[in-house]
């Protein structure tokens, strides 16, 4: 069961939203589901969001659950949901259908932590191809 609060056509961060995401990486079809807004994009109306979805089966996911909210909840049919804060994408805030809640200020804030460092971490080095080394010549 999910539960919405009507709104205005204001978002703000913190902000959870029913919206349309990419429902595959290299899907066009787009499913309606929550999303984490983060912060206005630089394109006029445009809102920068995380994915949250009901299962924690990747790293680096964050779980809210009722507490986590100032206002409103998501879903009593899950004891958490779970926010990628490495799945990012943004979204026309014309397309939001309905707002869900408020996360606090301190969940906010570890989200941001774990994107921050995630943008901070160095890129690993691809692993090197032994494919070209030949092997040393006899002396």
């Known amino acids: 069961m999910l539960i919405l609060i009507e709104s205005d056509a204001f ?9 349309p995401f990419p429902y595959q990486e290299d899907s066009e079809e787009e499913k309606y589901r929550p999303v984490l807004i983060l912060a206005p994009s630089l394109i006029k109306g445009g809102l ?3 994915f949250i979805t009901s299962k924690s089966r990747k790293d680096g ?8 909210f100032k206002e409103g909840m998501l879903s009593t049919d ?8 490495s799945t990012l994408y943004t979204l026309n805030s014309k397309v939001i259908r309905k707002k869900y809640g408020t996360l606090k200020d301190e969940k906010l804030d570890e989200v ?3 994107l921050v460092n995630l943008l901070q971490k160095q ?9 070209f080394e ?4 006899p002396f």
Request: with cysteine; proline share 11%.
């Open 78 to 85: 899950y004891e958490s949901s779970y926010i990628q804060p």
């Open 48 to 50: 920068i969001c995380a």
């Open 123 to 131: 890129p690993e080095s691809p692993p090197t191809s032994k494919a």
């Open 112 to 114: 941001v932590k774990v």
């Open 11 to 19: 978002y703000k961060k913190g902000d959870i939203v029913d919206a």
């Open 61 to 68: 996911v964050i779980a809210i659950s009722a507490k986590d």
């Open 134 to 137: 030949r092997p040393k010549k």
